[in-house]
């Protein structure tokens, strides 16, 4: 089957440790993004990669750090310095450049930090 | 900066009823938006989505019209069921002047879509 996984998908932590949270994807997509979703609320983008070895910070990137080493794989680390972790993360991943840029999420991972 | 957003929090209908969720965006340079349907505790699903050149698009049982004078988006769903209970959300992907994608979403904040049996 094609598409998204993120794992696992409830994490626990203590206050100042880094978590790195997992996503992968086999649909070939060149692009993939990282969102945060707080309760009640719309999804906000942390940060993109369009193509491997690359990305750019989205709307909220401070205490968060990514990886693109392979074109399968986006890890997203959640650092100590992020003031508010505990939140819901989605990954999700799209056909860039041209084209529709549908974006196809995996089923997230709700991060809780105590 | 210029957001997506939502006139109505909340949506509650019966079964069989049609339901219309809207979205308002304020940003000209949007060219392409996409509604997307989240159920608890999953990620979002695709529904539908529609450029800027279309006025109307339809799927199976889903419509969605937009209206670019008073940029303004909805999203209709007809006999609607106790399945598609869940959070409708916009999203809009900005294009640069030179027509190229931003490669990013930003979404609205959400409808909460009841359905009654």
């Known amino acids: 089957d094609g598409g998204i996984t993120q794992s696992p998908k409830y994490l626990f932590r203590k206050e100042g440790q880094n978590v790195t949270l997992s996503c992968e994807q086999n649909?070939?997509?060149?692009?993939m993004y990282w969102y945060r979703q707080d309760p009640g609320q719309g999804l906000r983008l942390i940060y993109y990669?369009?193509?491997?070895?690359?990305?750019q910070k989205g709307d909220i990137a401070e205490g968060y750090s990514v990886s693109r080493e392979k074109k399968e794989s986006f890890p997203l680390t959640v650092t100590s310095a992020q003031k508010n972790p505990t939140a819901f993360y989605l990954c999700a991943s799209s056909i860039f450049p041209g084209g529709i840029y549908e974006q196809y999420f995996g089923p997230g991972t709700r991060l809780t930090v105590t | 900066g210029e957001n997506v957003g939502l006139h109505l929090p909340t949506l509650s209908v019966q079964e069989g009823d049609n339901s219309i969720i809207n979205c308002a965006y304020s940003n000209s340079a949007s060219d392409y938006f996409i509604w997307y349907k989240q159920e608890s505790g999953k990620g979002p699903q695709f529904i539908i989505d529609?450029?800027?050149?279309?006025d109307k698009r339809q799927g199976q049982r889903v419509t969605v019209l937009l209206n670019k004078t008073v940029k303004h988006l909805s999203l209709q769903i007809a006999a609607t069921q106790p399945g598609d209970s869940a959070v409708y959300f916009c999203?809009?992907?900005?294009?640069?002047?030179?027509?190229?994608?931003?490669?990013?979403?930003?979404f609205g904040q959400g409808t909460i879509l009841t359905v009654h049996p």
């Open positions: 649909l070939n997509h060149d692009a």
């Open positions: 529609i450029r800027s050149n279309m």
């Open positions: 990669s369009q193509i491997v070895n690359d990305f």
């Open positions: 999203a809009e992907n900005m294009f640069n002047a030179g027509g190229t994608s931003y490669g990013k979403l930003t």
